[in-house]
């Protein structure tokens, strides 16, 4: 079949997650041979993860993928039997809409990641429009009845030829940290989180351990986190998205957040604590117990997971203590490793959505 065009819509609600998942999707499906434009409503949150572009640009081009403000989408046309990616119900602009019909469209609704079973039922369903134009849910997930996850082709075939690499080089050329300081038996950890995570008790268990730690914190360090007894407390640069995964890779253990940054900790198959984005009345919690459910971690990590979602400082404290004693560390990293393959065994989300928009394109 011929390359299709691809337009995803974005607006950036909060944080990065927003901008990253659809600049990484927009660069997978550009990879993978489509045409990828990518219609942006804060090009600076952009520029943030991809430092080469031009944070006022109108329209600009980087990794073969076509940027774009809201602004100019506003004046533009869809493309003729275009698939245009609505990301997190982002409500397209409404002359671009009404014209979407017309230039015989696809339309796809692309959800959040969550590992709730109820997602499995509604991946892939219509969502009838009073335009006409054929509508599709489609949700990102961690088992094969739903989309499944962003990851680029022979990614885990690189993370595997980069993590036997020299470590102190890889982290100094990432970081710009000197690290021949770095202690033999270090372990280093990656610490990217919401303000109101209970670092307190992350603090007080690395203090104590036998082992040194090196705690890379990117962007802004939490006040009152501090270097003490085992524990280095190291300020990082924020690294571009394209090199992300570097990061995860010189780590021993990746505390991750939101969306994306849990899918790249994944791929890294090494142990991680996610953060999960928090939502009214507690809706988030629902969602992480689905989510621990499927991850199957061991106790101590299931509970430490639970209480730095809770900000339980004495029970991460506590649970982390016990999840870094060396059996309960070896079989959390026989975990991590088991699960990042058997994902990676699951089609990844840019091929099952071309595929998926293909046979609906040859079905109209
Ligand atoms: O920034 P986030 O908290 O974004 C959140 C979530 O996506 C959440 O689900 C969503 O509802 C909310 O936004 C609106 O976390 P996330 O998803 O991990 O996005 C962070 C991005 O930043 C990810 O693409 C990785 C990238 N990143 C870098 O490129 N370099 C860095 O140094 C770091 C720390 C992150």
């Known amino acids: 079949m011929n390359a299709l065009t691809f337009d995803i819509f974005c607006r950036v609600v909060d944080n990065y997650g927003d901008a990253g998942v659809c600049w990484r999707l927009a660069r997978q499906l550009a990879a993978l041979g489509q045409t990828a434009r990518l219609w942006i409503d804060d090009l600076p949150t952009l520029t943030r993860l991809a430092p080469g572009l031009d944070p006022a640009a109108d329209r600009q081009t980087a990794h073969g993928v076509q940027i774009g403000t809201w602004h100019v989408a506003e004046q533009t046309s869809p493309p003729a039997h275009g698939i245009v990616i609505e990301a997190f119900a982002c409500n397209l602009p409404a002359r671009y809409q009404a014209a979407m019909a017309a230039h ?42 739903t989309g499944g996850l962003l990851r680029e082709t022979h990614l885990l075939d690189h ?37 109101d995570a209970p670092w307190a008790g992350l603090q007080a ?94 106790a101590p990590v299931q509970a430490l997971i639970r209480a730095w979602n809770r900000q339980d400082a004495a029970g991460v404290q506590h649970s982390l203590a016990q999840a870094l004693r060396p059996d309960g560390w070896r079989t959390w990293q026989t975990r991590a490793a088991a699960w990042s393959e058997e994902l990676a065994a699951m089609p990844d989300l840019a091929r099952n959505l071309l595929s998926f928009c293909q046979k609906r394109l040859q079905k109209s």
């Open 104 to 145: 015989h469209c696809l339309w796809i609704n692309l959800e959040y990641l969550s590992a709730e079973s109820w997602v499995e039922g509604c991946h892939g369903l219509p969502s009838p429009q009073a335009n006409g134009v054929p509508k599709y849910f489609y949700f990102p997930g961690f088992v094969p009845a």
């Open 159 to 195: 993370r595997r030829r980069t993590q036997v690499q020299d470590r102190r080089r890889r982290l100094q050329s990432l970081t710009g940290l000197q690290t021949d300081a770095l202690p033999d038996d270090a372990r280093v950890i990656l610490l990217f989180c919401y303000p």
């Open 205 to 298: 268990a690395l203090a104590q351990q036998s082992t040194p730690t090196w705690l890379l914190v990117p962007g802004q360090i939490p006040a009152g986190l501090q270097s003490q007894g085992a524990l280095q407390v190291m300020p990082i640069p924020f690294v571009p998205q394209a090199r992300f995964d570097e990061l995860l890779w010189c780590c021993d253990l990746n505390f991750v957040r939101g969306e994306d940054s849990l899918v790249r900790a994944l791929w890294a198959g090494v142990p991680l604590v996610w953060q999960i984005y928090r939502q009214d009345a507690e809706a988030h919690l629902d969602k992480l117990d689905a989510w621990l459910d499927r991850a199957r971690w061991p």
